[in-house]
């Protein structure tokens, strides 16, 4: 399933994070995943959250500046190998993958990656041609 992830640019300080999450928090916004990602200025924190537009409009009130990007959760058995296999599906459909991450949300027995895709549209047709199981 395609869904949209909130990426939010923060300076490399103390407590940006924390403001972040503060921020959301006092919106009454879920937070679903997370992952960040930094150089030694600054930092990208990719959110999943259950309401986006509220989110985006929290943050970007309290001076944050934020992206909305598409990214697709795939659903996997929580076994050794299953990503594995996911990837050699992308791999062998020329399917680049930027980055990856994972959430909680999957149901018990299952592990939920979420994928940012180089061709996002040709990514999404081939999870739903092999009947990958998304979020």
Do not use: C, W
């Amino acid at each position: 399933m395609e869904i949209k992830q909130i990426s939010v640019f923060l300076e490399n300080n103390v407590g940006r994070i924390g403001e972040v999450t503060k921020v959301l928090a006092e919106a009454g916004i879920n937070m679903r995943a997370i992952s960040i990602a930094d150089t030694a200025d600054f930092g990208i924190l990719r959110l999943i959250v259950n309401e986006n537009d509220r989110a985006v409009k929290a943050l970007n009130d309290a001076g944050f500046t934020t992206r909305e990007t598409n990214v697709v959760a795939v659903e996997i058995k929580d076994i050794p190998g299953s990503l594995a296999k996911v990837m050699e599906l992308f791999q062998k459909s020329k399917v680049n993958i930027e980055y990856l991450y994972t959430s909680p949300e999957g149901k018990e027995g299952h592990a939920v990656v979420i994928f940012k895709l180089e061709d996002h549209a040709k990514g999404m047709r081939i999870v739903q041609e092999l009947g990958l199981s998304t979020l």
